[in-house]
């Protein structure tokens, strides 16, 4: 069975810090992983995912098959990056349906 | 494009009251989801549907929720009788490649 882990439900750091949003996953195949924020009243959208190996938002995310993790870091965290973040996996070639991490709130202080 | 749309935003009922929660997808997209978030569980998925036809539904707490999809640009998500416990955010998205695209949410509270 598939199952992700997202470990902190709330997280907070100042304005300049590095943030990491920790993010685990079981899956005996090749998952495709992704993250989704939600932004305060605003709907839940995509963030990034493992596949485009790209930054958004200064955000960068890497897949750990070893360690089975999809660990969302920032370097630098902003106030705007306060929202909740979720962890989400796809399984490979069967994409139906995506599995989701609890989410963790994050709080950016000033 | 104004996304994935859902009525009502907002929803306050009685205990034992239907209520019947609306989506319309992305035109185009071919898989529509539908789930619950709460402070306590996170986001649940309850149903989702391919091409209309309802693929899982293992998610559905009870006979109490059932959904619907009569085309493919309008789904229901029905709670009869309603109870407090279902009081959450219900969130609709559809998707058509790897990308699942939320609505705004339906924030329903069952007195």
């Known amino acids: 069975a598939q199952r992700v882990t997202q470990p902190e439900k709330l997280l907070s750091v100042f304005k300049g810090a590095p943030v990491e949003l920790k993010c685990n996953y079981s899956y005996s195949g090749s998952p495709e992983l992704f993250w989704y924020v939600q932004y305060s009243r605003q709907r839940l959208q995509l963030l990034l995912r493992h596949i485009s190996r790209e930054s958004i938002k200064g955000f960068t995310a890497d897949l750990n098959k070893g360690e089975t993790s999809f660990h969302l870091k920032k370097p630098f965290a902003q106030e705007e990056d306060s929202a909740m973040y979720y962890c989400?996996?796809?399984?490979?070639?069967?994409?139906?349906?995506?599995?989701f991490g609890r989410g963790t709130q994050l709080t950016v202080w000033p | 494009d104004a996304g994935v749309i859902q009525s009502p935003r907002h929803e306050v009922t009685e205990m034992g009251q239907e209520v019947t929660l609306r989506c319309k997808p992305i035109?185009?997209?071919?898989?529509l989801f539908w789930y619950r978030q709460t402070m306590m569980r996170g986001l649940e998925l309850l149903i989702y549907?391919?091409?209309?036809?309802?693929?899982?539904d293992s998610g559905m707490p009870e006979d109490r929720f059932s959904a619907k999809m009569p085309n493919a640009s309008f789904s229901t998500l029905k709670i009869q009788p309603s109870e407090p416990r279902d009081s959450a955010v219900y969130f609709c998205?559809?998707?058509?490649?790897?990308?699942?695209?939320f609505g705004p949410g339906t924030r329903l509270t069952v007195l």
């Open positions: 035109s185009g997209h071919d898989y």
């Open positions: 989400a996996l796809s399984r490979g070639s069967t994409l139906g349906r995506l599995y």
């Open positions: 998205a559809s998707r058509l490649t790897d990308t699942q695209y």
């Open positions: 549907f391919n091409n209309n036809v309802p693929i899982d």
